[in-house]
């Protein structure tokens, strides 16, 4: 149990004069052709007697996957032989071939690199990187491969068929009646299809060796579960009547969070026991939401979870609401200044009312983030977070797609994910502030109203539980910091297929519960999707750890939330590992990354530390081009050799001065580093000026056992890597080490003594009698005491 209050740790006495580094970029060669050829013939061999052996309705038909690089000519490409069907990734098609044509692409294969060929488009055979087979695991959909075939008798599986030509071509017509022969033939009953030019799907009932055979059918594309979950008409139309009378308000002392957004509705029964003061901005309403976005977002950061709340009927206020209107009824900058205004209102709850941390759900829809210079609603919210040591917690805005160019080009469903990551879905103004913590989208139902009560396939939503939300914005933020730092619950949404319009998204049903501004005569409760109702969430956490730790900085209150943010394996499985690859190698960055930052909160040991996870917390100053050191005060236990795995975690937080005309923006750069050595001695002679002809600069440790680059994290003014460790050795201690470096430019803009947070999180989980906090408390007391003797 996470019952043990945090600890915190001191740096030792030790200050270093900061040494530089030197970096080598390296090089890749380019192999040889012909031999390039020959390889691409083994594999077209091997996947031929593969693709023979599937299942098929159309006889000497057969279906090859394409791995390639760069751009690949796929119009030509039946000048090999092969047709394309489908790109499954940027750099993964899957192509149609008979026995002509296989005949036909063995053969220039054979050809390729010869001095006497004369091959036409030898570019696309030279682009291809292997041939390979869509196999029955391809054809899973995330849902399937998570939760794997239902165990009834007889069940509904969701059935893709490649979409071959156009809905009504004379091929696909063939294409769908052989394959509805072929049905009949092995006794699988259709209860539904659906026709369109980028869709071809059957809702086949089944039994499991039916769906076994269907998962090794050459003429499918994807096997999916039908959507299941979603919020029901029932916990919407929720009368006044079922809440408990008599809500308690929170302490006097509890932490006092601040909404600015379109007002909010201070009578709502949920709302009011929390509400402490509003005001407006922008007109007269005094505060009243007009809209009834603020007080949706009002409701989340109160009570996070409000699923959770209503199905058990609990609901207590643990934080202050002060509600500032700064939008319109329309949930829209007013013709004002949003800066300005955005500076008066923060300005006035912070002097006049103390709050310390503030929700911002809104975003400049005009302002994407050019990847150059942060201006506008950042830059302002970037002064202000270090002016009055606040915390921002911002949305990264709301994706609703582009044209010219179209994104997606054609389906919302099937161009998921890959159009998160296009250019015009990048976040936008004031999610790229460096000094506010970003909040991105994730999905928790994937059935709307209507799905869930009629059978046919009417809607379908892109995610499902815990993936990316097929509205929310990727990062990064300026010169490669990572953006959104977090991702929390915002809704999905699905696309009418039957209409032809699939970029027309519908989301009633699969949104987030929480406070409807117009419950007079109605439902107490909403529903409604958005990072907007992502961001709160993440407000919410931050307003219980404040009121855990009233003294925390809002330094400290963003490592708290970050160090505890994990990237749930239902994130990185959304991308294929061909697009996470080539997204790699284009970016030299991570797909999942850039879409999630460092993840989802795990609240288990957010507030508390327990006997097998301990956090430690540091808030100091630091000068410049100095380093601090902080030695982790491990016992026997955690470093013992015997092979179990261990964490350490680390993540340190500044809110650096920062300048538009700057393209590097902030006028402070600080780091860390996590080493291990026998003493501190022999660690700060690494990283002292005075030793750099003798010593190298020492990077992080077991690097291979970490999940985020230095370099990486390094970009941004909150930082957080894990190690997990297999067999550490006993003899050797652990380090952090913090270093200061201002821009030439920016020392005149800094503090001489600049604050930062240092977070680590010690977990030694498969140890069932792990003694870990009372260990680690003891070996902090001796370290103090003997601090003491050494100051008499």
């Given at each position: 149990?996470?019952?043990?209050?945090?600890?915190?740790?001191?740096?030792?006495?030790?200050?270093?004069?900061?040494?530089?580094?030197?970096?080598?970029?390296?090089?890749?060669?380019?192999?040889?052709?012909?031999?390039?050829?020959?390889?691409?013939?083994?594999?077209?061999?091997?996947?031929?007697?593969?693709?023979?052996?599937?299942?098929?309705?159309?006889?000497?038909?057969?279906?090859?996957?394409?791995?390639?690089?760069?751009?690949?000519?796929?119009?030509?490409?039946?000048?090999?032989?092969?047709?394309?069907?489908?790109?499954?990734?940027?750099?993964?098609?899957?192509?149609?071939?008979?026995?002509?044509?296989?005949?036909?692409?063995?053969?220039?294969?054979?050809?390729?690199?010869?001095?006497?060929?004369?091959?036409?488009?030898?570019?696309?055979?030279?682009?291809?990187?292997?041939?390979?087979?869509?196999?029955?695991?391809?054809?899973?959909?995330?849902?399937?491969?998570?939760?794997?075939?239902?165990?009834?008798?007889?069940?509904?599986?969701?059935?893709?068929?490649?979409?071959?030509?156009?809905?009504?071509?004379?091929?696909?017509?063939?294409?769908?009646?052989?394959?509805?022969?072929?049905?009949?033939?092995?006794?699988?009953?259709?209860?539904?299809?659906?026709?369109?030019?980028?869709?071809?799907?059957?809702?086949?009932?089944?039994?499991?060796?039916?769906?076994?055979?269907?998962?090794?059918?050459?003429?499918?594309?994807?096997?999916?579960?039908?959507?299941?979950?979603?919020?029901?008409?029932?916990?919407?139309?929720?009368?006044?009547?079922?809440?408990?009378?008599?809500?308690?308000?929170?302490?006097?002392?509890?932490?006092?969070?601040?909404?600015?957004?379109?007002?909010?509705?201070?009578?709502?029964?949920?709302?009011?026991?929390?509400?402490?003061?509003?005001?407006?901005?922008?007109?007269?309403?005094?505060?009243?939401?007009?809209?009834?976005?603020?007080?949706?977002?009002?409701?989340?950061?109160?009570?996070?979870?409000?699923?959770?709340?209503?199905?058990?009927?609990?609901?207590?206020?643990?934080?202050?609401?002060?509600?500032?209107?700064?939008?319109?009824?329309?949930?829209?900058?007013?013709?004002?200044?949003?800066?300005?205004?955005?500076?008066?209102?923060?300005?006035?709850?912070?002097?006049?009312?103390?709050?310390?941390?503030?929700?911002?759900?809104?975003?400049?829809?005009?302002?994407?983030?050019?990847?150059?210079?942060?201006?506008?609603?950042?830059?302002?919210?970037?002064?202000?977070?270090?002016?009055?040591?606040?915390?921002?917690?911002?949305?990264?805005?709301?994706?609703?797609?582009?044209?010219?160019?179209?994104?997606?080009?054609?389906?919302?469903?099937?161009?998921?994910?890959?159009?998160?990551?296009?250019?015009?879905?990048?976040?936008?103004?004031?999610?790229?502030?460096?000094?506010?913590?970003?909040?991105?989208?994730?999905?928790?139902?994937?059935?709307?109203?209507?799905?869930?009560?009629?059978?046919?396939?009417?809607?379908?939503?892109?995610?499902?539980?815990?993936?990316?939300?097929?509205?929310?914005?990727?990062?990064?933020?300026?010169?490669?910091?990572?953006?959104?730092?977090?991702?929390?619950?915002?809704?999905?949404?699905?696309?009418?297929?039957?209409?032809?319009?699939?970029?027309?998204?519908?989301?009633r049903g699969m949104g987030v519960l929480t406070c409807n501004s117009r419950f007079v005569g109605n439902t107490l409760f909403s529903e409604i999707s958005g990072t907007s109702f992502a961001?709160?969430?993440?407000?919410?956490?931050?307003?219980?750890?404040?009121?855990?730790?009233?003294?925390?900085?809002?330094?400290?209150?963003?490592?708290?939330?970050?160090?505890?943010?994990?990237?749930?394996?239902?994130?990185?499985?959304?991308?294929?590992?061909?697009?996470?690859?080539?997204?790699?190698?284009?970016?030299?960055?991570?797909?999942?990354?850039?879409?999630?930052?460092?993840?989802?909160?795990?609240?288990?040991?957010?507030?508390?530390?327990?006997?097998?996870?301990?956090?430690?917390?540091?808030?100091?100053?630091?000068?410049?081009?100095?380093?601090?050191?902080?030695?982790?005060?491990?016992?026997?236990?955690?470093?013992?050799?015997?092979?179990?795995?261990?964490?350490?975690?680390?993540?340190?937080?500044?809110?650096?001065a920062v300048r538009t005309t700057r393209i590097d923006y902030v006028a402070t750069k600080m780091s860390f580093r996590l080493v291990k050595d026998q003493s501190l001695e022999s660690v700060?002679?690494?990283?002292?000026?005075?030793?750099?002809?003798?010593?190298?600069?020492?990077?992080?440790?077991?690097?291979?056992?970490?999940?985020?680059?230095?370099?990486?994290?390094?970009?941004?003014?909150?930082?957080?890597?894990?190690?997990?460790?297999?067999?550490?050795?006993?003899?050797?201690?652990?380090?952090?080490?913090?270093?200061?470096?201002?821009?030439d430019w920016g020392e005149a803009l800094s503090f001489e003594q600049e604050d930062y947070a240092l977070v680590v999180t010690v977990t030694d989980r498969e140890n069932e009698e792990a003694?870990?906090?009372?260990?680690?408390?003891?070996?902090?007391?001796?370290?103090?005491?003997?601090?003491?003797?050494?100051?008499?």
């Amino acid at each position: 149990m996470a019952n043990y209050e945090h600890l915190k740790i001191e740096r030792e006495l030790l200050e270093n004069e900061r040494r530089t580094r030197k970096i080598n970029i390296p090089r890749h060669p380019r192999g040889d052709l012909r031999g390039h050829g020959q390889k691409l013939s083994r594999d077209l061999t091997e996947s031929f007697k593969f693709a023979q052996s599937q299942q098929t309705s159309r006889p000497g038909n057969f279906v090859l996957k394409i791995r390639y690089t760069g751009l690949l000519d796929i119009t030509h490409l039946n000048k090999h032989g092969i047709e394309f069907v489908s790109q499954e990734d940027n750099h993964l098609c899957v192509v149609f071939v008979d026995e002509t044509g296989m005949a036909v692409f063995a053969d220039h294969l054979q050809r390729l690199g010869l001095d006497d060929a004369e091959l036409t488009y030898k570019q696309i055979l030279e682009a291809i990187e292997g041939i390979d087979n869509w196999t029955s695991e391809d054809r899973k959909s995330w849902a399937l491969r998570r939760n794997g075939l239902p165990r009834s008798e007889k069940f509904l599986l969701d059935v893709e068929l490649w979409p071959v030509a156009v809905a009504y071509h004379p091929e696909r017509l063939s294409t769908c009646d052989a394959f509805e022969r072929w049905l009949v033939h092995n006794g699988i009953r259709r209860t539904d299809k659906v026709n369109l030019d980028s869709l071809i799907m059957y809702r086949l009932e089944v039994n499991s060796s039916q769906a076994n055979v269907l998962l090794n059918h050459s003429d499918v594309r994807l096997v999916d579960l039908p959507p299941k979950s979603g919020i029901h008409y029932s916990q919407l139309n929720c009368d006044i009547d079922r809440i408990p009378e008599g809500i308690l308000s929170p302490t006097h002392q509890a932490a006092r969070v601040c909404v600015l957004d379109s007002g909010v509705n201070t009578n709502h029964p949920l709302l009011a026991p929390a509400i402490a003061e509003s005001e407006d901005f922008i007109g007269d309403t005094g505060g009243m939401d007009l809209n009834g976005h603020g007080t949706a977002v009002a409701g989340v950061a109160l009570y996070g979870d409000l699923e959770a709340c209503n199905s058990t009927n609990y609901w207590h206020p643990e934080l202050w609401i002060f509600n500032g209107r700064i939008l319109d009824e329309n949930a829209e900058f007013d013709s004002s200044s949003i800066e300005k205004t955005l500076m008066e209102a923060v300005t006035y709850f912070v002097e006049e009312h103390q709050c310390r941390i503030f929700n911002l759900s809104l975003g400049n829809s005009n302002a994407p983030y050019d990847n150059r210079h942060i201006r506008g609603i950042a830059y302002v919210l970037d002064k202000l977070a270090r002016d009055f040591n606040i915390l921002f917690v911002v949305s990264a805005g709301n994706f609703s797609g582009s044209i010219d160019p179209d994104v997606p080009r054609h389906s919302w469903r099937d161009e998921y994910p890959e159009y998160l990551l296009a250019d015009e879905s990048i976040i936008i103004d004031p999610a790229p502030a460096l000094n506010v913590l970003t909040v991105g989208s994730l999905a928790r139902h994937n059935a709307t109203f209507d799905a869930q009560r009629y059978p046919e396939i009417g809607q379908l939503a892109p995610a499902t539980e815990n993936q990316p939300s097929p509205f929310t914005r990727h990062g990064p933020t300026i010169k490669g910091a990572i953006k959104p730092e977090l991702v929390a619950m915002g809704g999905n949404l699905a696309s009418p297929i039957r209409t032809g319009n699939e970029l027309n998204a519908v989301m009633r049903g699969m949104g987030v519960l929480t406070c409807n501004s117009r419950f007079v005569g109605n439902t107490l409760f909403s529903e409604i999707s958005g990072t907007s109702f992502a961001a709160p969430y993440i407000t919410h956490l931050a307003g219980r750890l404040l009121n855990n730790y009233p003294k925390a900085s809002a330094n400290l209150l963003r490592a708290l939330l970050v160090n505890h943010a994990n990237m749930l394996s239902e994130i990185e499985s959304s991308f294929p590992e061909d697009m996470k690859k080539s997204y790699r190698s284009a970016n030299g960055r991570d797909a999942f990354r850039d879409i999630a930052g460092y993840g989802a909160v795990d609240e288990g040991e957010l507030f508390r530390s327990s006997q097998n996870a301990v956090v430690l917390m540091a808030e100091e100053k630091i000068e410049n081009n100095s380093h601090h050191f902080f030695e982790l005060p491990l016992p026997d236990d955690f470093l013992r050799s015997q092979r179990a795995s261990r964490e350490i975690r680390v993540t340190l937080s500044y809110c650096p001065a920062v300048r538009t005309t700057r393209i590097d923006y902030v006028a402070t750069k600080m780091s860390f580093r996590l080493v291990k050595d026998q003493s501190l001695e022999s660690v700060q002679r690494h990283f002292n000026h005075s030793t750099q002809d003798e010593t190298k600069t020492r990077n992080d440790d077991a690097t291979s056992n970490r999940d985020i680059s230095a370099e990486l994290r390094g970009k941004g003014t909150v930082q957080s890597s894990t190690w997990r460790i297999k067999q550490p050795k006993p003899s050797e201690k652990w380090f952090v080490v913090i270093t200061r470096q201002d821009r030439d430019w920016g020392e005149a803009l800094s503090f001489e003594q600049e604050d930062y947070a240092l977070v680590v999180t010690v977990t030694d989980r498969e140890n069932e009698e792990a003694q870990l906090y009372s260990q680690i408390s003891q070996r902090i007391e001796l370290k103090a005491r003997e601090r003491a003797r050494a100051r008499v």
